[in-house]
């Protein structure tokens, strides 16, 4: 097998398949790790097109990776070939004065949002581990992040992709437009399919001009309650804060010492807005913001953004401190239901004897509550696996969904729920697109 794969990419660009790095994404505090029979990283998507090529001929699982960064176990390889973007890492035109680029699918985000950056743009969607993450997987996993509140997830930002898909083929869809309505729209149907009906190779990406100012706000609260009630607060009064994140008790214990300023004393929960645009807009948002969460709050301060946001980057390392390691979960609830979310996750955590930190982006009701654990401890990771289940189930419980910008990957594959004719189609799809099912086998619809 390696010795023909190399005959398409290079013996240089071959790994064994016990390559342990290939093996696994951030799902590994999970005990999640997989096995494959090799490791390939092309260089060009012709070459994507001819791996593929190869393992449809021969009838050998493919596993597109991107940066290791998902939290489903979507990139982990349960046999047959990984096929790794790294090398892709090519920026293929940028026009700043159209406020558009097109990238492989390796670039990593901090080279797409610092390039924007440098020019004045703004490439919005800031999914986390932005060193590590690519462009391709966010595309893949649909990624979302603390502004996707008011910017919206990685797949308002593509505007057209190219994917190989099986056999063999490289297809584009979309382009450098900001409109087209002609056909289906098979762009969507790629973006956050996790690698199951196509490879992504490429992306155009829509870019905006960065705003001038922003400014966030901190606001502090006794409770889940008062939290959530000043957090619909501002969505109610039409405030179009850029991001609306909240912070549980568990997470304020984690990290509270090292927020900018300190946390008052009594405080057990935490809003995050930030407002943005003009100078002067992003001042009179601010402002009214501060007047819709200061209502109950036990005090507002106003960060500088830089500390912030790295404090806000932070959140997980300080979690993952408190002992060793930490089982997350992403779900979504609708908004009005997201303190209940809240205090359930508790109430779960406390039901299977785990210590919690909850935090998320409270504006799109998505909650990100990690189970804190000991790596060393099977029966505390078991217990936090069955403390995920049941996470899942609240999420379905009270009218959300079981992942609001993870994937379903391996870890949740099973407990989405559809209806039947909605779950047939989705089946169909696949079909379509991989009828042999050797795409990324086993990920995102249920066997």
């Known amino acids: 097998m390696r010795a023909e794969l190399a005959q398409i990419v290079g013996s240089e660009h071959v790994l064994p398949g016990d390559t342990r790095q290939y093996l696994h994404d951030s799902t590994e505090t999970r005990a999640l790790s997989g096995h494959a029979d090799a490791v390939v990283l092309p260089g060009s998507a012709e070459e994507v097109a001819a791996v593929l090529g190869w393992c449809y001929a021969k009838e050998v699982a493919l596993v597109p990776r991107g940066g290791g960064t998902g939290y489903a176990g979507g990139a982990v390889p349960q046999g047959g070939v990984v096929l790794s973007l790294e090398r892709l890492n090519r920026v293929r035109s940028f026009a700043p004065l159209l406020w558009r680029m097109e990238v492989e699918a390796g670039v990593t985000t901090a080279e797409i949002r610092r390039l924007a950056r440098e020019n004045g743009l703004l490439f919005p ?21 603390p502004h996707a509140f008011k910017y919206g997830v990685t797949g308002a ?103 900018p300023g300190g946390v008052p004393a009594g405080a ?80 779960i955590a406390r039901r299977n004897d785990l210590a919690v930190a909850s935090w998320g982006h409270a504006g799109d009701g998505n909650l990100h509550t990690n189970f804190l654990v000991s790596l060393e401890d099977p029966d505390e990771l078991a217990r936090a696996a069955r403390g995920a289940e049941e996470m899942f189930e609240l999420a379905l ?31 169909a799809i696949k079909q379509v697109f991989d009828p042999k099912g050797l795409l990324n086998p086993g990920k995102k619809l249920p066997m």
């Open 125 to 145: 969607p800031d999914p986390g581990a932005t060193e590590q993450s690519q462009i391709g997987g966010n595309i893949s996993t649909n990624a979302g992040g």
């Open 157 to 259: 930002w593509v505007t057209g992709l190219e994917a190989v898909i099986p056999p063999s083929d490289l297809v584009t869809t979309g382009g450098p437009v900001r409109k087209d309505v002609a056909g289906y729209d098979l762009k969507s149907l790629l973006i956050g399919s996790e690698g199951t009906l196509g490879i992504v190779t490429a992306a155009w990406l829509r870019l905006v001009p960065a705003p001038e100012a922003a400014f966030p706000v901190a606001a502090f609260y006794t409770g889940v309650r008062a939290g959530c009630d000043a957090i619909e607060r501002v969505v109610g009064s039409g405030l179009q804060a850029s991001a609306l994140e909240y912070f549980d008790s568990g997470a304020l214990a984690a990290a509270g010492g090292a927020f």
């Open 268 to 347: 057990g929960f935490m809003v995050i807005a930030e407002a943005d645009g003009s100078a002067e807009e992003a001042a009179r948002l601010r402002d009214e913001i501060v007047a819709a969460l200061e209502e109950d709050a036990l005090g507002v301060a106003v960060p500088a953004p830089a500390e912030l946001w790295r404090w806000r980057e932070g959140m997980a390392f300080a979690a993952i401190a408190q002992r060793g390691g930490k089982v997350g979960e992403d779900i979504v609830v609708p908004l009005e239901r997201l303190g209940e979310a809240i205090e359930e996750s508790t109430a």
């Open 397 to 427: 419980r009270l009218g959300g969904s079981v992942s609001g910008e993870h994937g379903l990957g391996l870890l949740k594959r099973d407990h989405a729920r559809w209806p039947e004719r909605t779950l047939a189609l989705q089946l």
